[in-house]
């Protein structure tokens, strides 16, 4: 159709480019089909495998585009918190801080030798991942209620500009609820950007 418009019509029209709708195509992770072909995908294979089982939301299309330092941060704290939850039936609460989270790679990771070279990360690296992660997969928590449940109330704005890194390494933390929990599906998956290694350390909590 559109060629033949195209023929019958003003020479001054450009011609359709079909470079922009596969564009926009590829950014959609849709499947593209040539006549007595397989179907040709533009995204990868996690991804991929996602969309067909309808899973890509957006915090789960965060988590896939995480660093890999930033995923060994982040799988620090689910560690962290899974051990916290159990802790809290017996009536003890801890805040989650970067602090714990720094503590929980080096020594049940990196000092453990489970390391496999790719996923180790100085300290300076694995500090900028966190500040890159506050204010988004991380907030700040403020808790009102003498230690109540970690999804406090949050005014919505964050910035690591200008704010003293050890303070920042010390102020209790809360990972969303609807994160946390896409979280915990993609390490069952294998989606993460990280390597084995620190994969198989995520899935297990002591």
Known sequence: YTSSFLDAADSTIPS?????????????????????????????????????????????QA??????????????????????????????????????????????FIAQGKASGPDRYDETVFFKAFIQL?????????????????QYYFSGKCSAVGMDHQLLKKIPLYLNVHMESELERAVKKDLLNCSAALRDWA???S
């Open 134 to 150: 506050l204010g988004g997969i991380f907030q700040p928590a403020k808790d009102h209620t003498g230690g109540g449940p970690h």
């Open 16 to 60: 359709f480019d079909a470079t922009y709708l596969m564009e926009s195509l590829k950014i959609m992770g849709a499947n593209i089909f040539k006549e007595d072909s397989e179907p040709r995908s533009f995204v990868n294979a996690a991804t991929q495998t996602q969309a067909a089982e309808g899973d890509t939301s957006p915090p789960m």
């Open 63 to 108: 988590l896939l585009d995480l660093s890999g330092s930033q995923v060994a941060v982040l799988l620090s704290a689910k560690r962290i918190l899974h051990r916290d939850c159990q802790s809290e039936e017996d009536g003890i609460i801890r805040p989650l801080t970067f602090e714990r989270m720094q503590k929980e790679y080096y020594s049940y």
């Open 203 to 205: 899935k297990k909590y």
